[in-house]
């Protein structure tokens, strides 16, 4: 079985600091990592994917993620929060076709 | 490509009316799933196709659900009758199978109130 849990509920972070956002996973198997985020009243839209290449994975505005197996961990980062950053951002653990979602964590970015 | 596209995008209804959402997967794409996302519940997954049969439908609530895929690009999620705790966003999404790791791309959703 596999079950990811994000750490934090909710992150606030001035614009133009860095944003971390913490990823913990559980998986009987290599797993395949996601991070997705949704703006509001959006869809769901994938922001990197971890498939057992890289362990860190660069993904989409400037968002980045680091595979660490000791650890069990895929947090997300970007080294500068914008305003159009804030959304809610998912974390998922897929194996085959079914996909475990953390609860999610809401960004919120000051100006 | 117009990626995933659901309609309607939003749809307020009655308690005891049928509700129709429909959605039409990226070309291409083998598999077909559908969600429902509640503050309570997060995201789950209700149903899922592959190559336009019904694999997985455990997720569906109950026999009020109903799901067709009667062609590669085009599914329905039919409620009949609906109940106001069905009140929620239902996504569709669609990948391609054949490979570890491909993602899952997600339509907008349709923001279901019923009354």
């Known amino acids: 079985a596999q079950s990811v849990t994000q750490l934090d509920s909710h992150v606030s972070v001035s614009e133009g600091t860095p944003v971390l956002l913490r990823c913990n996973y559980s998986?009987?198997?290599?797993?395949?990592l996601f991070w997705y985020v949704q703006h509001p009243n959006k869809g769901l839209q994938l922001l990197l994917k971890?498939?057992?290449?890289?362990?860190l994975v660069k993904g989409i505005n400037g968002f980045e993620a680091e595979f660490k197996k000791s650890e069990t961990s895929f947090h997300l980062t970007k080294p500068s929060a914008h305003m159009s950053d804030a959304a809610e951002y998912f974390c998922?653990?897929?194996?085959?076709?079914?996909?475990?979602f953390g609860a999610g964590t809401t960004v919120t970015v000051r100006a | 490509d117009a990626g995933v596209i659901q309609s309607p995008r939003h749809e307020v209804t009655e308690m005891g009316q049928e509700v129709t959402l429909r959605c039409k997967p990226i070309?291409?794409?083998?598999?077909l799933f559908w969600y429902r996302q509640t503050m309570m519940r997060g995201l789950e997954l209700l149903i899922y196709?592959?190559?336009?049969?019904?694999?997985?439908d455990s997720g569906m609530p109950e026999d009020r659900f109903s799901a067709k895929m009667p062609n590669a690009s085009f599914s329905t999620l039919k409620i009949q009758p609906s109940e106001p705790r069905d009140s929620a966003v239902y996504f569709c999404?669609?990948?391609?199978?054949?490979?570890?790791?491909?993602?899952?791309?997600f339509g907008p959703g349709t923001r279901l109130t019923v009354l």
């Open positions: 998922v653990v897929s194996f085959d076709y079914k996909l475990s």
């Open positions: 971890y498939t057992s290449a890289a362990t």
């Open positions: 998986s009987s198997y290599s797993p395949s």
């Open positions: 999404a669609s990948r391609n199978t054949g490979g570890w790791g491909n993602e899952q791309f």
């Open positions: 196709f592959n190559n336009n049969v019904p694999i997985d």
């Open positions: 070309s291409g794409h083998n598999s």
